[in-house]
C-alpha cells in the first residue's frame, strides 16, 4: 500500500530536549516536505527537499533540522525544542512534475513541548 | 514575504446550496494552485489543483477559478453535502515544480442538514 508514515505519532518533551520524529514514504517519490499546523494559521512548510542530500528552507525554518540521506526518509530534527514548537506537525511527498502531482500526507505527528 | 489570504474563515451553508471560498496569493511567480480538504482529526488531502495556464477546471461538484491578473483563485463547491464539512485550505507554489508551498490559514466550511 502507498503510505508516508511518521513517528511517533505523539510525542511530550521538555524545553532543550533533543527528538527527531521520522518520515519515510514507499513511493520512490523525489520530494518530500515538512508542515506545521497551528490554529488560525494553517500549514506552514519547514522545509522541503527535491532530492536525496537536496534540501531547502520553507517558510519557518528556524529551530528544525533535516536531512535527506535516502529517498525514502525525510527526518525532522529539533536540536534543542521549545514550547513554541508545540504543534501538529504533517509530512508529505510527492512525485516530480510531469507525474500525478497529488501531495501524499503522513498521518501527523502531535508535538507537546513542555 | 509571499503570503496567502484566504476567506471566509468559517462558513456554514445549507444542505444543497453552493459554497464558494475565496484565495489571494502575493507571489506573482506563482503558477500551481492546490487545494485540500481535512476532515477532522485526519491528514489534508488534495481535491482539486489548477494550474495557471487555465482559468477554470472543475471535477464533478468541485471547480477552481484563476484570474492571475488580480491574483485571486477561488473553490466552488455546488449542492452541497454533509461530508462537504471539513476545513479547507488553498496553496500557492511556483515553477513547474512543487518548490516552497505556501498555504492559506484555511476556511472551516459547515454543511447543514
Known amino acids: 500500500e502507498a503510505q508516508v508514515t511518521q513517528n511517533p505519532r505523539y510525542l511530550i518533551t521538555v524545553t532543550g530536549k533533543k527528538l527527531t520524529v521520522t518520515c519515510s514514504q514507499n513511493m520512490n517519490h523525489e520530494y518530500m516536505s515538512w508542515y506545521r499546523q497551528d490554529p488560525g494559521l494553517g500549514l506552514r512548510q519547514i522545509y522541503y527537499?527535491?532530492?536525496?542530500?537536496?534540501?531547502d528552507k520553507g517558510d519557518v525554518p528556524e529551530g528544525y533540522k533535516v536531512s535527506r540521506k535516502e529517498k525514502r526518509n525525510f527526518p525532522l530534527i529539533l536540536e534543542s525544542p521549545s514550547p513554541n514548537q508545540t504543534s501538529l506537525y504533517f509530512c508529505a511527498s510527492t512525485p516530480l512534475p510531469g507525474l500525478k502531482e497529488t501531495q501524499y500526507f503522513g498521518p501527523g505527528t502531535r508535538l507537546l513541548v513542555l | 514575504g509571499e503570503n496567502v489570504e484566504q476567506h471566509p474563515s468559517t462558513l456554514s451553508v445549507q444542505e444543497g446550496d453552493s459554497a464558494v471560498i475565496k484565495c489571494t496569493y502575493s507571489?506573482?511567480?506563482?503558477?500551481?494552485f492546490p487545494w485540500y480538504k481535512q476532515e477532522l482529526g485526519k491528514r489534508p488531502q488534495l481535491i482539486i489543483d489548477i494550474r495557471s495556464n487555465v482559468g477554470e477546471k472543475k471535477d464533478q461538484r468541485i471547480a477552481v477559478t484563476l484570474n492571475k491578473t488580480a491574483k485571486h483563485f477561488s473553490l466552488h463547491i455546488t449542492e452541497t453535502q454533509p461530508e462537504d464539512s471539513a476545513v479547507y485550505f488553498c496553496?500557492?507554489?511556483?515553477?513547474?515544480?512543487?518548490?516552497?508551498?505556501?498555504f492559506g490559514p484555511g476556511t472551516s466550511l459547515s454543511v447543514i442538514p
Open positions: 527537499s527535491m532530492n536525496v542530500e537536496v534540501t
Open positions: 507571489d506573482s511567480a506563482s503558477n500551481y
Open positions: 496553496a500557492a507554489s511556483r515553477g513547474t515544480s512543487y518548490d516552497k508551498v505556501i
